[in-house]
């Protein structure tokens, strides 16, 4: 008989039990393994040299093979791209104006989607003036950077990565690249 009197019981809890706001839960993010920095020398045949990370693959640039010059640092553990294109000054109409306004203007182009980007200009340990802009929000590239010794040479170099994770859960390795970045510019030296 008692068995009887929890049989109502039990089906009015599961009645009650059920509802249909069930929210499914957010995927997790990605956990990424940042490895350890170790830098080597570029060894590629371009006209400027710089020190990368040992984790970075150098591929020439897919986007315009007829550029020897362009080449780029491929993170494939991190899924993200540094994008380095060189331009010989005074050549073709590529003067110092030119270049810096293209590169600035490229930046610009992401203001649509960026809450804010954050410019910088910098003197490298070997006399180059370089700009730096850090991009905040879902954009594209994160992190943007110029240098030139303002008479024959000008490298550009912007990070990408291949996904369309939301950049908060990218925000390790995009800090991870920053970096090698930043030492990959303190490195760089024009080639005469």
């Known amino acids: 008989m008692m068995k009887r009197n929890y ?7 599961i009645l009650l039990s059920c509802s249909s706001d069930y ?14 920095r170790e830098f080597i020398a570029l060894k590629n045949d371009v006209p ?3 020190e990368h990370s040992v984790h970075a693959n150098v591929e020439p640039d897919s986007f315009n093979l007829a550029e020897k010059s362009w080449i780029n640092l491929n993170y494939e553990s991190l899924g ?4 380095l294109t060189y331009l010989a000054l005074d050549t073709d109409g590529k003067d ?4 810096v306004n293209d590169a600035i203007n490229l930046t610009a182009k992401h203001q649509i989607k960026a809450y804010g980007i954050e410019e910088s200009m910098m003197l ?8 730096v802009a850090e991009l905040s929000g879902e954009v594209p590239t994160q992190f ?3 240098v030139t010794d303002s008479t024959r040479n000008f490298l550009r170099g912007a990070l990408y990565f291949n996904t369309a994770m939301k950049n908060d859960s990218l925000a ?4 991870y690249i920053k970096v090698d970045m930043i030492h990959l510019i303190n490195t760089l030296e024009f080639k005469k």
Do not use: C, M, W
Request: proline letters at 13%; hydrophobic letters at 40%.
């Open 7 to 13: 049989i109502p019981l039990i089906l009015l809890f």
């Open 23 to 36: 929210l499914p839960k957010p995927k997790g993010y990605n956990r990424l393994d940042l490895p350890e």
């Open 48 to 50: 400027y040299s710089f």
């Open 80 to 83: 993200g791209k540094v994008h």
């Open 96 to 99: 110092i104006k030119t270049v």
């Open 124 to 131: 490298t340990p070997k006399g180059y003036t370089g700009v």
């Open 144 to 146: 943007q950077f110029f």
């Open 172 to 175: 390790p390795a995009i800090e």
